[in-house]
């Protein structure tokens, strides 16, 4: 599945976005919502701590085998209410060849909170 590149923009916009890694410490699911979900409680260690996201990933993970997972999300967009859950960070994924999101991770373990660059 591919889309049309995104307009150019410049490094200081880049810079704009903290992309940060944190480790699952909670995963549940979340009936409630429109398209299937789970909650997350993200980890971020240091100043972040601990944040929560609605995440549309149902189709490749299972509450139980999130635990302890690394992730990469977006932590200074505003908070967003999903239905009754306030998504406090934008966890990162690609979609696969059916549209379905893979998240996305370090392939090594890493401190929580480092930023992406």
Known sequence: ??????????????????????????AAPYPEARKP????VIDFGGTI????SSAQITKHYRPEELTGRQVLAVVNFPPRQ???FMS??????VPDADGEVVLLAPTLAVPDGGRLF
């Open 1 to 26: 599945m591919s889309s049309e590149p995104a307009a150019t923009i410049g490094f200081d916009d880049f810079l704009k976005v903290d992309i940060r890694v944190g480790t699952i410490v909670e």
């Open 37 to 40: 979900a789970l909650k997350l």
């Open 49 to 52: 701590g601990l944040k929560k």
């Open 82 to 84: 999903i239905g009754k």
């Open 88 to 93: 406090e960070v934008l966890t990162l994924g």
